[in-house]
């Protein structure tokens, strides 16, 4: 895989709020082309002078709004990919537990993210840094994941991603697979009381998918470059 100056282009999913929307940002001012996949581009605002940054309609959790992306963007080439588009379901614990709430949120963080990684490899491999970054949390994590929360379905889903980022990793060696958690981060899902900014847990992780080397497949990070564990 060739590594050039020329600056990448980079989709990122649920771009136009919280952590996406400043992913967006971080890497369009780092110079970035952005490809701001989104449910609703018209709300998709950033801030003026962010560079190139252009909105696309995409349902992370939809198979056919996904083969639709792919379709639109069929010969272009995309040299990251980041999948941080991310539902959290309900909270209530086992007791309040839903089907049709586990299988929504199973079906945005973890199906999602696998379909679309799929979809586009060939918009990957016709790209020059062929990385793939999923944004994954501690609550995936079978050693630093437990807390009181009662989301049962955010972590299954965060655990699922884990696993096939690593097995995309396997059976792709020509991605670079790598798996990130934000941090607890303040947005409309981590609330006021988060401890870690969007802006500055999306430039942390700009400045680590931009530095990403093919033997950093299979890693698992937090924002600021510490290792998770699993």
């Known amino acids: 895989m060739s590594r050039s100056t020329e600056p990448p282009v980079v989709l990122i999913t649920g771009a136009n709020r919280g952590l996406g929307r400043a992913l967006a940002q971080s890497f ?17 605002t950033f801030a003026p002078g962010q560079g190139a940054i252009r909105p696309l309609p995409l349902d992370a959790g939809n198979p056919d709004s ?18 941080n588009a991310g539902i959290r379901g309900a909270m209530g614990g086992i007791d309040t537990l839903e089907p049709g709430d586990f299988g929504a949120v ?43 929360d009662g989301d049962y379905a955010y972590r299954a889903s965060k655990a699922a991603l884990n696993v096939m980022t690593l097995k995309l990793g396997y059976d792709f060696p020509d991605l670079t ?22 802006d500055t847990a ?23 470059g510490d290792p998770m564990g699993w």
């Open 202 to 224: 999306a430039n942390g992780l700009t400045r680590l998918i931009l530095a990403a080397r093919p033997q950093d497949s299979g890693t698992f990070r937090r924002w600021n």
């Open 66 to 83: 996904i083969a639709a992306l792919a379709l639109a963007l069929a010969g272009q080439p995309v040299d990251i990919l980041v999948n």
């Open 106 to 148: 199973m079906a945005v963080n973890a199906l999602g993210p696998l379909l679309l990684t799929r979809a586009l490899r060939p918009n990957l491999l016709a790209g020059r840094r062929r990385v793939v970054a999923m944004i994954s949390s501690s609550s995936g994590s079978m050693t630093e994941g437990l807390d009181p």
């Open 28 to 44: 369009a001012t780092a110079g970035a082309t952005v490809l701001a996949a989104c449910r609703d581009p018209a709300s998709a």
């Open 177 to 198: 697979c790598l798996l990130f958690h934000p941090g607890w981060v303040r947005t409309e899902m981590g609330g006021p009381e988060a401890t870690v900014d969007a």
